[in-house]
């Protein structure tokens, strides 16, 4: 339990990890104010795991990329070298394959100016998933296409020496959603090599009931992967409610850990396999 004043977030954060043995490597931005980086510098000391430096290249809320001077003066505040860094580029929603051309080549520009610079790794994190359900036809599978993916893709074919590494938000929005009321219909985020098939089912029966139905859909489908139930933790309990083995068929938090889990499981293994998530 920490007490009396730990300082910002960051400190206090530090603090309750390092008093449970997790080591810690803080996010920062050059545009952060001198006392966020100077709290950032002493978490740094203490957990020396070095940092993740995140620049915005989003189409929604592009930021301009540092300068040498700025870099090299964010270095020093830190008191790092750029081998102790992860460079993170975060380009946001891609909602269409005309935002896929627009980003990947604001992204390679970014990579290149940033190139002087031998950072510990790059990645390049972007996400496609709407932003909610609404609208979405009930009772059947609706394909969302993985723009995110098809970003990384054509960045990486234009890098093939130093391609970055992968990141995504999974199966949610980038940008934090309103806070919606209610409780929502029974669904699932499915990935799939290259979309989501989101399914979506009407609320007949009692509680959360209709997701048993919505499973047995789902592991009865095309979509259901050859592995089945031995892909991901998530699997196996969707593969428990199509065959009615739980006595719940869990509600919003259930749902999105369970499609969470299916995602991370798909796109390592195809990272490890094809080459692309």
Known sequence: MLEGDAG????????????????MCPVVRWTDPAHALSEAARAIAAHQSGACLRLSLAADSPG???????????????????????????????????????????????LA???????????IAAGAFPVHLTGFPRGQATAIARHDAQFWRRVVGSCPDRPPDFGDFGVTHPRMPPRSRGTPDPNMRYTTLDDWQVF???????????????????????YWPTTGAATSWGDARLKECALRQRPKAGGRTEWRAWA?????????SNLTTLGRP
Do not use: M
Not at 116 to 121: A, I, N, T, Y
Not at 200 to 222: E, T
Not at 260 to 268: D, G
């Open 200 to 222: 979506v089912y009407p609320r007949v029966r009692a509680g959360n009931d209709d997701f048993f139905v919505l499973s047995a859909d789902l592991v009865g489908s095309p």
């Open 64 to 110: 301009p990329l540092p300068d040498h001077r700025t870099i090299r003066d964010l270095l020093r505040a830190l008191d790092l070298e750029p081998e102790e860094v992860d460079l993170l580029l975060d380009a946001g929603p891609v909602a269409s394959s005309t935002i896929v051309g627009r980003l990947a080549h604001r992204a390679l520009a970014a």
């Open 113 to 123: 100016a940033l190139s002087p610079w031998r950072w510990r790794s790059e990645c």
């Open 260 to 268: 969470t889990s299916h995602h991370l499981a798909v796109v390592t």
């Open 8 to 23: 910002g977030p960051t400190a206090r954060l530090s603090e309750s990890l390092g008093l449970r043995g997790v080591l």
